[in-house]
């Protein structure tokens, strides 16, 4: 099924024994503040011995023996092999999880999403030249699903080595949750998913994916926050497998984000900048850590520059940044209802790895290349609806990747010559009810969104007199007369 389809005379020589890969490597998780590392044999979500937070790290020989050049070389070859297990986020097998043997792998159509160019309108509105990365085409409409890639592949490759059955859990502000449940529902009885959501902060679209998934979901009264920390306390007193970004290995599989930004630009990342929404600090980890793994292996010259958006309504990692150099103290925040749902998170989990690698990318690059922008709920919800009309497609949170830029802008955070690639984070789709409230001017007034008139749209409705039943020709005669009308055709 997964063979290869060339055959491998075809394949330039210095390259065709690297094209399908076999494990390699060691991988081991590392705390963050003890600094201890423990094997991967066990499933862990935070350090046995101090309970901080791990981040996987890999000691692989080939990346020492391959150089930049022959690894831009082997991805590139590697797309047109056609091997499904390669398909999808493990293009770039060596730098994700190398351990998990290829049968063991799980591809539901994750990854390679498409980067699309803003429209002249909106570029002209911004003042500079930027691309949105559709997360949204992704299988369950979010970039969750390059994490869950990776971490079920890895639970499925641990069940079928140990012959166990796993209970996978996971606290989800929506997305999580749809993810989880699908790449649960794909693999075998053994592998079975609940989901935990804050009662009625989810979209009625986020919900109806779990349940369609057939996982069962349990609602909290309260936040994501609420729901974080009753995943904890399960994960550490049951047998159950955490899905939450917490666990390392979804980290891991959303590295493959900048991966592919890097091949998408010929690996030239000179002058340009990723723009990334942030919540629980997942994404924004994964993508520092992707681009810091390629620059290590020389595969890209340069450090783009990482400009996270947080809505003043739920902006921890925000105000900890505008905090003095020396001087920073991690304050978690109390959130305020935000249509940036899926961020909407007052302690992100993986603010310990923002901070190490937030220092590492810095100091790499010899100056400041990380910054994180406020943005207001007014703005997020503006600019998904001016994205959407402009022929792009964005959620709210890419509302929010797209108000960030404007404010970096307008900060001198990027200059009118560098080019932004902003995370376009779900589809649209999962967040219209936000949109309905915009042109239904339904906002509670804790949101802060008044809709601009001239943004609203409404169906027009077409009530002709003739009976449709007596009269068919009449009928149809009379709407298209009116539609006509409407849009004065001549
Ligand atoms: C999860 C999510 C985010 C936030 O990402 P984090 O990794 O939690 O920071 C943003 N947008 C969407 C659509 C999401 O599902
Ligand atoms: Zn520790």
């Known amino acids: ?14 390259i065709k024994d690297y094209l399908v ?16 590392q423990f094997s991967i044999e066990n499933l862990l979500y935070v350090c046995p011995e101090c309970g901080g937070v791990l981040l996987l790290y890999l000691e692989n020989p080939l990346l020492e023996k391959i150089d930049g050049k022959r690894w831009r070389k082997i991805f590139d070859y590697r797309k047109i092999l056609n091997l499904l297990p390669l398909s999808g986020i493990f293009l770039f097998y060596e730098f994700i999880a190398p351990v998990i043997p290829l049968s063991h792998i799980i591809y539901l159509g994750e990854g390679h999403t498409p980067i699309v160019n803003a429209s002249k309108r909106l570029k002209d509105i911004v003042g500079l030249e930027f691309f ?25 490759y641990l069940s079928k080595e140990k012959g166990k059955k796993i209970i996978a859990i996971c606290a989800s502000t929506g997305d ?42 349990l609602e909290v009264p309260g936040v994501f926050d609420d729901c974080m920390k009753i995943v904890e306390y399960l994960s550490e007193r049951y047998d159950v497998a955490l899905l939450n970004s917490k666990n390392s290995w979804r980290i891991l599989g959303q590295e493959s984000f900048s991966y592919e930004i890097a091949q998408q630009f010929s690996y030239d990342m000179k ?21 810091l793994k390629f620059y290590k292996a020389g595969i890209i010259d340069e450090l783009p520059k990482i400009i996270g958006v947080q809505s003043d309504h739920a902006d921890p990692v925000f105000r900890y940044y505008m905090q003095k150099e020396g001087k920073r103290r991690f304050q978690p925040v109390k959130v305020r209802p935000s ?19 937030v220092k590492e990318y810095d100091e790499i690059c010899g100056e400041k ?11 997020i919800m503006d600019c998904m609806i001016i994205a959407n009309r402009n022929g792009n497609i964005v959620c709210t949170q890419g509302g929010e990747s797209l108000a960030g830029l404007i404010r970096a802008k307008e900060k001198g955070y990027i200059g009118k010559s560098e080019i932004a690639i902003l995370n376009s984070t779900a589809h649209m789709l999962k967040f219209v009810s936000f949109q309905r409230m915009y042109f239904e001017d339904r906002f509670p007034d804790e949101y802060e969104v008044r809709p601009k008139e001239e ?17 068919y020709e009449g009928f149809i005669k009379e709407c298209a007369e009116k539609i006509a009308e409407i849009l004065s055709l001549s």
């Open 21 to 36: 890969p076999s494990p390699s490597g060691r991988m081991f998780y590392r705390c963050l503040s003890c600094k201890n």
């Open 132 to 156: 949105f990365k559709y997360e949204g085409l992704n299988p369950s409409a979010s970039f969750k699903d390059r994490g869950m890639a990776c971490a079920l592949s890895y639970i499925n």
């Open 455 to 471: 943004l609203k749209n409404f169906p027009i409705k077409i009530r002709p007199k003739r009976d449709k039943e007596k009269d």
């Open 369 to 379: 290349r990380f910054f994180v922008v406020q943005v207001k709920e007014q703005e």
């Open 271 to 291: 002058g340009k900048a990723v723009v990334v929404p942030i919540g629980n600090a997942g994404n924004i980890t994964a993508i520092m850590n992707g681009f």
């Open 176 to 217: 999580t949750s749809a993810s989880a449940a699908l790449y649960s529902s794909y693999l075998s009885e053994d592998i079975r998913s609940a989901v935990i959501l804050p009662e009625g902060k989810v979209t009625p679209e986020q919900l109806s994916q779990p349940l369609g998934h057939g996982a069962k979901v």
């Open 1 to 14: 099924m997964w063979r290869k389809k060339m055959k491998n005379k075809e394949f330039p020589e210095d």
């Open 339 to 357: 249509v940036a749902q899926a961020a909407m998170i007052g302690n992100p989990v993986s603010m310990p790895r923002v901070i190490e690698l």
